[in-house]
């Protein structure tokens, strides 16, 4: 199986910061990675497809980079309701398998 | 759009079989991949597996215990788990699986995905 690891597994900040989430692979995975948001009681949702591609009707503020073993999430400038929890996950092999999750809290 | 409704029992006895369905609307369920994903309380998620209209795949963590079956006449997937312990207490969540084609290469992820249900195993 190929292991994802985020980090940190939590994170303090505040509106209008700038948050960076770490993920690394155990294995190349090209730029076969997702990022989903999850809220708390709700289903996750699908941010960045494809290491850096913005899916529709998500705000510009999150952004994705990375290819190989380690990938990036940016959001530029922290809202209120972007206080969740954030996994990563790849589909490079047949097993897709997810971070572990980063809670981002107030 | 495509939306997905779980649907199933919440409470599921040990070492009895779980059965969950996935009803689809806004899209025929015979043209894409549908999938199950389960989030213990309080931890990550774990991919179960995905059907096709000609194939299934499964986690091999739990694939002896795993079928995942298509109702097309009901736009509907189903998900069973046999001989289940605590363990398997989860929200489970049904998905699709999407993608593009970019330069010749093909990328695919989970969605949209349905509200989840809750299945606790107990006595």
């Known amino acids: 199986d190929i292991q994802m690891t985020q980090s940190p597994s939590s994170l303090s900040a505040s509106v209008g910061d700038r948050v960076t989430i770490t993920c690394r692979a155990s294995?190349?995975?090209?730029?076969?990675l997702n990022w989903y948001q999850q809220k708390p009681g709700k289903a996750p949702k699908l941010l960045i497809y494809?290491?850096?591609s913005l899916q529709s009707g998500v705000p510009s503020r999150f952004s994705g980079s990375g290819s190989g073993t380690d990938f990036t999430l940016t959001i530029s400038s922290l809202q209120l309701e972007d206080f969740a929890t954030y996994y990563c996950?790849?589909?490079?092999?047949?097993?897709?398998?997810f971070g572990q999750g980063t809670k981002v809290e107030i | 759009q495509v939306q997905l409704q779980e649907s199933g029992p919440g409470l599921v006895k040990p070492s009895e079989t779980l059965s969950l369905t996935c009803t689809v609307s806004?899209?025929?369920?015979?043209?894409?991949?549908w999938s199950w994903i389960r989030q213990p309380p309080g931890k990550g998620l774990e991919y179960i597996g995905y059907?096709?209209?000609?194939?299934?795949n499964y986690n091999p963590s739990l694939k002896s215990r795993v079928t995942v079956s298509l109702d097309t006449s009901k736009n509907q997937f189903s998900l069973r788990l046999t001989s289940v312990t605590a363990a398997d207490t989860a929200v489970y969540y049904c998905?699709?699986?999407?993608?593009?084609?970019?330069?010749?290469?093909?990328?695919?992820?989970?969605?949209?995905w349905g509200q989840g249900t809750l299945v606790t195993v107990s006595s």
């Open positions: 998905a699709r699986r999407w993608g593009i084609a970019v330069a010749g290469t093909e990328y695919y992820w989970f969605d949209p």
């Open positions: 806004g899209g025929s369920i015979s043209r894409y991949y």
């Open positions: 059907i096709y209209y000609s194939g299934t």
């Open positions: 294995q190349t995975i090209s730029s076969y």
């Open positions: 494809a290491a850096s």
């Open positions: 996950q790849q589909s490079y092999s047949t097993l897709w398998t």
